[in-house]
Every structure is written in C-alpha cells, then in structure tokens.
C-alpha cells in the first residue's frame, strides 16, 4: 500500500511518473536500515530522479522556518538532491521520482544488483509497472489498486485541480492551491516553474512529481482561459 496510489489521470498520463520507493520493516530487518536507506538514495541520483525524498524530512524542495512568504518568489529553486541523501536521520520510508522509463529501468537494475536487504516499490500505471519489472527481469511479487472517487464526484474539482493536488498523497498539496497556481499560471502572474516548486514545498514525503505538474501547467496554460 502506498499514498502514490490516489495519483489522478488516465494511464497514459503516468509515462511521465515513476516513483521508486525503498522502506524497511519494523521488528524484522530496521537494523542498520538507515545506511541502507542513505545508499538507496544516494544510488538515486546519477540517474537525475525529478524528486527525492523521505517520509520525515519532505523532498528536495523544502519550505524554510527562517524566510517569509516575501521571499518566496525570491529564493534559489534549485532541487537540492544531495542534501536529501546527507539529511536522513532515521529509518523511514524514502523514494526518488523519475519522468521517464529508461532512467527508472536503470536505477531499478542497480537496486536490484545492489541487494540492499529492503522492500521496494514502484508505483506508476500497471503497464507502465510490469513493463519496467519485465526489462529488469523480475516476477511482479504484487499489484495495489485504488478504486477512485465515489459519492457526488461533480463536486470534486476538474481534473487539473485533481490531478496537481493528488501527487501529494498526504493531502498536503490541497484543491485551492493546486487551482490557484493554475489560474496565476493563466493568467501570466506565474510561470509553471514558479508554480510547481511552490508546490513541491508542501508534499511532506517527497514524492511530488514536478515534471508531470510542469506539463499539466503548460497544458492549461494553453487550453481554454
């Protein structure tokens, strides 16, 4: 089970989404996890992940207690991947998103090679899944599926909203943000980039794809104002 699984789009629109997570299991192989852990992440970063991050500490955009909103705009936006790896202080779960196939095909070969003694776990759409277990040569061990929306869906926001909001599976990235990005992005107020690394700061674990929330920005950008 993962929070990645409530991602919103139709399967095509996860070609661009791959996240590859690693986490150990309490009271059975947590000893020395963090190591392992800190390798995981470290292996992740010559194959360019878009994101990097663990469950304690967030990705490799991250808010900041010492500015304020005045400087938001302001601020370097440059995704800080080895501070991520350098940072993890405890056993949790952590991940590295990719936006494409061939880089998280590689970065799978290598956690495989390297045998690291934790559980992984890829999360994308389920052809996009079983196609990069089949290059890396290894039997799918299991499939997680998440059944939607149910209940009054015509109040739920338009697919857009849905689909920015959902990359963050804690809820942390909320509705109103993710359409108001949209709408300053609209409105030329705010470029995609300006607009996704807001975002990004919010997801607490890191797993918020800033490459496919590039391209649903662009999109809307260039669609109906």
């Given amino acids: 089970m993962t929070n990645t699984l409530h991602r919103f789009g139709p399967s095509p629109s996860f070609n661009?989404?791959?996240?590859?997570?690693?986490?150990?299991?309490?009271g059975k192989n947590e000893k020395d996890a963090l190591p392992r852990l800190k390798k995981f992440l470290h292996m992740a970063i010559p194959f360019q992940p878009v994101n990097l991050g663990d469950a304690r500490n967030g990705?490799?955009?991250?808010?900041?207690?010492?500015?304020?909103?005045?400087?938001?705009?302001?601020?370097?936006?440059?995704?800080?991947?080895?501070?991520?790896?350098?940072?993890?202080?405890a056993p949790t779960t952590v991940a590295a998103v990719f936006d494409n196939r061939k880089a998280a095909v590689a970065f799978i070969k290598s956690v495989k090679e390297a045998d690291l003694g934790l559980s992984i776990n890829v999360s994308t759409s389920i052809d996009n899944a079983e196609a990069c277990c089949d290059e890396v040569g290894i039997p799918r061990h299991s499939v997680g599926y998440s059944l939607g929306f149910e209940g009054k869906t015509e109040k739920l926001p338009n697919t857009q909203t849905l689909t920015l909001s959902t990359m963050c599976g804690h809820g942390m990235v909320s509705h109103s943000l993710a359409k108001k990005m949209i709408d300053w992005v609209k409105e030329g107020r705010r470029t995609p980039e300006q607009a996704v690394?807001?975002?990004?700061?919010?997801?607490s674990c890191g797993v918020f794809n800033p490459a496919r929330a590039r391209r649903v920005l662009e999109d809307a950008r260039h669609s109906m104002k």
């Fill in 16 to 26: 661009d989404d791959y996240i590859v997570f690693a986490i150990c299991c309490r």
């Fill in 59 to 89: 990705g490799c955009l991250r808010p900041s207690k010492e500015l304020s909103p005045l400087n938001h705009w302001n601020r370097d936006m440059t995704p800080d991947l080895e501070r991520v790896a350098n940072g993890l202080d």
């Fill in 197 to 203: 690394t807001y975002m990004a700061r919010f997801c």
